[in-house]
C-alpha cells in the first residue's frame, strides 16, 4: 500500500470518539509522587541549574545549552511532576493506586553541588534509600512507575537506583533496552512509551490556517546521520521536487536552522519524520503540535499511548523498501492528496494533541494513566522494544 492509500484507509476508518480517554475508566486512579527531599526537589534542581547557567532555563530551547543531551526535550520529567501535583488524581501514599518515582535523574546528572547535596551520585544514593525504605515498594513494586527519558538514562540512573527502577515500569521515549543501561540484555519490568517534549517556540506562535501554508513538505534537520533514512534528500531526483522544502541543519547554519526549525514546521502542511540515530523523533512531537501532519519513514517502533492515539489516521507512514527505491514516487503520493483529505486529516490531528502536550494541561498524565489502566486489564500488547540492529 502507497502512502496516499494508506493515508485515505485511514480517514474512511475513522469512528467519531472511539479512540476518546473519556471512554476509558481512569477516573479511579489516585496517584503518589514520592516526595524528594528537601534540596532535591523538582523546583529546587532547576534553581541550581539555572544558578550554574544565569541565562538557561533548562525547560525553553536554546542553541547555546551547555552540554549534551539536549535537555528541553527530555524535561517531561519536570512536566510530569507539574501535572500530578495539580491534577485532580494526586493522593497520599495511604490511598494510592500508583506510585510515581520522579528522580529528575537528567537534570541531576547536569549539576554538582546543590542546595548541600555534594553531587548526583549523593542524591541518587538518597533515594536509593527512600525506595527501600518504603513499605509500599516492598509490598507493591508492580504499582510504582520510574521515569527517565533520555538516551542518557544509563549514565544518570546508576547502581542499587538502576536495580530498583528495573523493578518498576519505565517511563521513557523508547522501548530501547541500550539507554536504560547501556547494553540490551537488562529487562525491566515493563515499560510505557511517553512523548518528547516539543519545542517551546512552538507554544507562542500563532499558527497559519492549514490550507494557507506556504510550503507542502517539508524537513529542517541533520541529513548526516548514522541511518540511510535521511540520506535519500541528497538525491538529485528528490532535490527538484517544487513542493519539497529541505534545509540541512549542516549547511545551513546552526543558529539560523535552529531558530527558523519552528517558523517552517508550524507553516508546513506535512512534515518529514525520519529516523536518525534512532527510530523515535522529537520532531514526530513538534509536528503533531504545530499542525502539519506527520509523514513517518523509518523502522515501526511502539509509539506513545498507541491505543489512544490514532497514528494510522492522523500521520502517513512510508514503507522503507519503497522510500529506498522509489521516494520520488512517494513523494507524489503525498503531493496527490487532496486540500480537502489532508484537512480532515489536520483536524482528526487536533483532537490528540493534548496527550502529547506536556506544558499545558493533564492529557499526558492521563494518556499515562489509560496505558496503566490497559495494562492492568490486559489490554494491550507488550512494547516492541528495538534491538539496535537498524542503520
Known sequence: MNAYQYAILGLLSFTSGENDIENFNIEKYKVYEYEAPEGMRPEDLI??????????????????????????????????????????????????????????????????????????????????????????????PEDHYFICQSWTCFRAVTGELADLANQMTYLIHEANRFWISGNYDTNPKDVIVV????????????????????????????????????????????????????????????????????KYMTNSQYCLVLAGDSPSSRRLFDAIISGCIPILIGPEYTMPFEKLIPYEKISIRINLDDWRDHPEEQLDNINKISLEEGFNMYNEMQKYVKYVNWRHGSGVLEAILNDINLKRNNVTEPAKWYDGHFV
Open 195 to 262: 512523548p518528547y517534549v516539543a519545542h517551546s517556540d512552538i507554544y507562542p506562535l500563532s499558527k497559519k490556517a492549514w490550507k494557507d501554508r506556504k510550503y507542502e513538505v517539508s524537513f529542517i534537520g541533520t541529513l548526516g546521520r548514522r541511518t540511510w533514512v535521511r540520506k535519500i534528500l541528497n538525491l538529485p531526483s528528490v532535490q527538484e521536487k517544487s513542493f519539497l522544502y529541505v534545509v540541512d541543519s549542516n549547511n545551513f547554519g546552526a543558529v539560523r536552522s535552529f531558530d527558523d526549525y519552528v
Open 47 to 140: 534553581k541550581c541549574f539555572q544558578k550554574i547557567n544565569p541565562n538557561i532555563d533548562p525547560t525553553i530551547d536554546s542553541i547555546h545549552f551547555p552540554a549534551r543531551p539536549y535537555l528541553p526535550e527530555d524535561m517531561g520529567e519536570f512536566f510530569l511532576h507539574q501535572q500530578i501535583q495539580n491534577s485532580k488524581y494526586v493522593s497520599t501514599k495511604e490511598e494510592a493506586d500508583i506510585f510515581v518515582v520522579n528522580t529528575m535523574p537528567i537534570l541531576s546528572k547536569y549539576i554538582g553541588d546543590c542546595n548541600g547535596w555534594k553531587n548526583h551520585s549523593e542524591r541518587l544514593q538518597k533515594w536509593v534509600e527512600i525506595i527501600k525504605e518504603s513499605e509500599f515498594f516492598q509490598s507493591r
